[in-house]
């Protein structure tokens, strides 16, 4: 459905028939894997096409208001030192969680209560953080949508000592943070 609203895609079909040179396997990104390189900047390497803007918007999605914080964090890329307790503390009057179920009672199991909206599907998930006003999650598809958005971000990064950088799109308004980087963002 998110991908069905954006006014560059003509079609979205989970089938395809056409010839094999014009289909792209996403898969052959791995050959030319470089954990200092963003996702982004390597796929636009391996296929051989200029790098995008960094703040350029390439997902649109109607805005539903229903937080002004919307909060995610999937199974992967976990960072003991950021301070989620900080910010389910700082925001949780104004927050609310998004994605699996499971992702959110174990986020309330380990950082306390916070309000749930059930997002079925990625638009649905696109709406609710264009209604908000900060994205806070982990490495995640809720943060790329958030990040096609250009979306106000605060990142839970790898450790420094990690070689895992590879979320690591740099621009306005996003945070990276590997720890208690200091004050939280301020919402506006």
Excluded at 97 to 106: S, V
Aim: aromatic letters at 14%; hydrophobic letters at 35%; proline letters at 8%.
């Amino acid at each position: 459905p998110l991908l069905e609203t954006q006014s560059y895609i003509s079609k979205c079909d989970w089938s395809y028939d056409g010839p094999p040179q014009t289909a792209i396997d996403f898969t052959r990104i791995r050959s030319n894997w470089n954990q200092h390189i963003n996702l982004t900047d390597l796929a636009c390497k391996w296929l051989g096409v200029p790098l995008p803007p960094r703040d350029k918007v390439w997902l649109c999605a109607e805005p539903r208001k229903i937080a002004k914080v919307v909060i995610n964090r999937c199974p992967r890329w976990h960072n003991d030192a950021f301070p989620w307790h900080k910010v389910v503390n700082h925001y949780r009057k104004d927050a609310v969680f998004i994605g699996l179920q499971q992702e959110y009672r174990d986020f309330v199991d380990e950082f306390g209560p916070i309000s749930y909206y059930y997002t079925p599907n990625f638009r649905d998930v696109a709406e609710v953080i264009a209604g908000s006003l900060l994205f806070v999650g982990n490495q995640s598809s809720c943060h790329w949508v958030a990040e096609g958005l250009k979306h106000p971000i605060l990142l839970e990064t790898m450790p420094r000592w990690s070689n895992a950088w590879n979320c690591h799109f740099n621009r306005p308004n996003k945070y990276h943070w590997y720890a208690d980087e200091g004050e939280l963002p301020e919402l506006k």
